[in-house]
């Protein structure tokens, strides 16, 4: 059975950066998308950065030029560094993966951001990341 698990996460001052890694096992699909979410309390999960099988990589525009997504050498390690952090950028951070049955390129570049997108099965149990002020 596949999984994903997330480390890297702490409290840092605003400004401050962190670099959140994602380890996945039993992820073996030709297509797929790998992305970063957050959710905040009270808020729901939201797409922070993602990346397909064909290299397409896609930000939310909050943290356009602040945050960089990347895939490790191995396809089954995910990175996100995050610079320059900020107070709103506190939420627990989540790493998922899912396959996809088309070549990622046939979809719409914010598919893979789209939390909906992901089963409830392709989610790691998150790394929380607090951002102080």
């Known amino acids: 059975q596949a999984w994903l698990v997330e480390s890297g996460g702490g409290s840092v001052q605003a400004g401050g950066s962190l670099r959140l890694s994602c380890v996945g096992s039993?992820?073996?699909?030709?297509?797929?998308?790998m992305g970063w979410f957050r959710q905040a309390p009270g808020e729901e999960r939201e797409g922070v950065a993602s990346?397909?099988?064909?290299?397409?990589?896609t930000y939310a525009d909050s943290v356009k030029g602040r945050f960089i997504i990347s895939r490790g050498n191995a396809k089954n390690t995910l990175y996100l560094q995050l610079n320059n952090l900020k107070p709103e950028d506190t939420a627990m951070y989540y790493c998922?993966?899912?396959?996809?049955?088309?070549?990622?390129?046939?979809?719409?570049?914010?598919?893979?951001?789209?939390?909906?997108?992901?089963?409830?099965?392709?989610w790691g149990k998150g790394t929380l990341v607090t951002i102080s002020s």
């Open positions: 039993g992820y073996t699909y030709s297509s797929y998308c």
């Open positions: 990346i397909d099988s064909d290299g397409r990589i």
């Open positions: 998922a993966a899912v396959p996809l049955w088309v070549e990622s390129k046939t979809l719409s570049a914010l598919y893979c951001l789209r939390a909906k997108n992901y089963g409830e099965d392709d």
